[in-house]
């Protein structure tokens, strides 16, 4: 049972590139979130997936997609790779209902040049 | 200003110290979280609450609702206990949460 992956775990990028951050859980869980830390602030809400074939944007969603390939996995994509962008990304799961509780993956560290 | 805000930003203690972090949060909730984030990155869960206080063993957390403020303490600290502390809130609609900037505590031998 390894929760919640994440691929890659450092990705450096030039500015244009294009590149997709691929998650994953194994806990059977409905709803999944991809989260960008950056210093001073707090975790930011990029997209989230309530379920299964759904996708919502979040507080920063400018630059980015998403795709809810299947119930387990949901990735990030980056079309055009900005120096702004340079973050620390997190996905995170959970049941969607009651407790509520959020798993996270271990982050992927991303620098844009 | 932020939904969520936590003091300190910045923590150090020596081992064995009692130590509170505190959360505040201007808008209605159905749970509040305490997260830690340690040094390599990672984030776990620490607890959830919407009432009360809960104890995992020498963590507590607490929460008043109507003062719209959470305490997260840590008894007889560690300095495995180094880590960022992040309280997050669920709004009382839907299930999106929303960080504060968290707490870096050092706690030194």
């Known amino acids: 049972n390894a929760g919640v992956t994440q691929t890659p775990k450092f990705q450096v990028l030039k500015t244009g590139q294009s590149m997709t951050l691929q998650c994953a859980q194994d806990m059977n869980h409905n709803s999944m979130y991809w989260y960008r830390q950056d210093p001073g602030m707090g975790l930011r809400l990029i997209y989230y997936?309530?379920?299964?074939?759904?996708?919502d944007k979040g507080e920063v969603p400018n630059g980015y997609n998403v795709s809810r390939l299947n119930k387990r996995e949901f990735s990030l994509r980056l079309e055009s790779a900005a120096p702004s962008q340079t973050s620390v990304y997190f996905c995170?799961?959970?049941?969607?209902?009651?407790?509520?509780?959020?798993?996270f993956g271990p982050g992927t560290r991303l620098t844009v040049t | 200003k932020n939904e969520v805000e936590q003091s300190p930003q910045n923590l150090t203690a020596q081992e064995g110290e009692f130590i509170t972090i505190n959360c505040s949060y201007s808008?209605?909730?159905?749970?509040l979280h305490w997260l830690q984030q340690h040094p390599g990155g990672g984030i776990v869960s620490l607890f959830m609450l919407s009432s009360g206080k809960k104890k995992h063993g020498r963590l507590i957390a607490t929460i008043n609702i109507q003062e719209k403020h959470s305490s997260l303490h840590i008894t007889a600290s560690h300095p495995r206990d180094s880590a960022v502390y992040i309280c997050a809130v669920r709004e009382t609609s839907g299930s999106r949460l929303t960080f504060g900037e968290g707490t870096q505590l050092t706690v030194n031998p």
């Open positions: 995170a799961s959970s049941n969607g209902g009651e407790p509520y509780e959020q798993y």
């Open positions: 808008v209605g909730i159905s749970a």
């Open positions: 997936s309530a379920s299964e074939g759904t996708t």
